[in-house]
């Protein structure tokens, strides 16, 4: 079992330098396999001594395939041992606190210690007892504090063991092709933590990469763990695509609608609605509004002298939750930034308003800062 004070020397830092290591591996592995794929030992002769060297590089490719399996799971149970202690470091710091504000010692072994117990008599004022329950209360909640510290500790430590265990003895998830992304997912990870995403995206090629980016740019834009390039080029093929398509539909909704709200207004319209009409006014009037948007992004992504970065884009469509456009402008490069300021506005903020004024105060407060 892990002690306190072993704990608190855990950083999920400390294992970066070793994923970078498997990380390097797998392209290197992948490499490899590339120059094994294209071998041919068939052409040009025939007869046993072929045979035997189609055999011969079939088993190396297989070999291969194996390796990059065990490399994968590797990967992704370091990513996941290193959410995990981020995990334990957060829960670490909660009792750290508690124990710090309120003056408690946390022994070696994890045992809370109040070294000026708040006792009171039964003849104490209501004053005196509120403050022996408040202090009582914190004694508690920091004992619950380390104990959820340990427990996290226990169980990242034994789940990775575990997968090291079961690499070790020579399971592996599952072998596949040196065409598909052998060893990790074949897809962004879905419900995954930001560090599992990023050593996900960092074991792959760049030819995975492409491949994954044509495929996926809609969910990659958006998912945390992927550098702020990517999710910058992701989000404006997307927004663009949107724009595109909003475009095509408007174009024929705008014949019949564009200037059918003023003519009822004047009473000259002498069209009545046909059937469906309703329903299409509404998403005539809801795709201007998407317009609208996409063209306020579009816009606030020219200014600061374009130096700018889509990190978050997800269109209205309309459906509970998703009612309103949402996107987030990075002014500056957020790959290469020393430190970065984020600024959260307020609820009656809207894409359509607001995103073009904020992101000229992003760009005046990073001129500031420089």
Known sequence: MVT??????????????????????????????????????????RGAGAEAAQDRLNQIEASCEYLLANI???????????????????????ALSWAGYWNFSISESGEVIDPHPYDVGIHANPEARELADEHNAALEN??????????KTDEVDRTYQQALAKIASGEVSEVEALDDTPGVPDAPPENASTEQVAAWWNSL?????????????????NLDGIDAATRDKANRRAFEEDYRVIEE?????????????????????????????????????????????????????????????????????DEPGHTMTHA????????????VTTYV??????????????????????????
Request: hydrophobic share 40%.
């Open 328 to 339: 987030a402008i990075a002014v500056g490069d957020v790959d290469t930034a020393d430190n």
């Open 4 to 45: 306190w004070a072993q704990i608190a020397k855990w950083k999920a830092s400390s294992l970066d330098g070793f994923l970078d290591m498997l990380i390097s591996a797998r392209k290197r592995g992948m490499a490899v396999g590339d120059y094994i794929s294209q071998t041919d030992v068939s052409t040009g002769w």
């Open 249 to 317: 539909e408007l174009e024929e909704l705008d014949k019949r609608f564009a200037t059918f709200p003023d003519r009822r207004a004047t009473g000259l319209n002498e069209e009545p609605m046909a059937p469906g009409d309703s329903e299409k006014m509404q998403r005539w009037s809801d795709l201007h509004h998407r317009k609208t948007d996409i063209e306020a992004i579009r816009n606030a992504l020219d200014g600061a002298n374009g130096d700018t970065q889509l990190l978050l884009y997800e269109s209205r469509t």
């Open 345 to 370: 506005p307020g609820m009656t903020t809207t894409v359509a308003k607001d995103i073009e004024s904020m992101v000229g105060d992003m760009e005046r407060l990073k001129q500031h800062s420089e």
């Open 72 to 94: 994968g799971d590797l990967i992704m149970a370091t990513s996941t041992a290193q959410d995990g202690v981020g995990e334990v470091e957060l829960a670490l710091n909660e």
């Open 205 to 221: 090629t760049e030819a995975e990469r492409n491949a994954m980016f044509d495929k996926y740019y809609r969910r990659l834009g």
């Open 142 to 151: 920091t004992r619950m504090a380390v104990d959820a510290a340990m427990s």
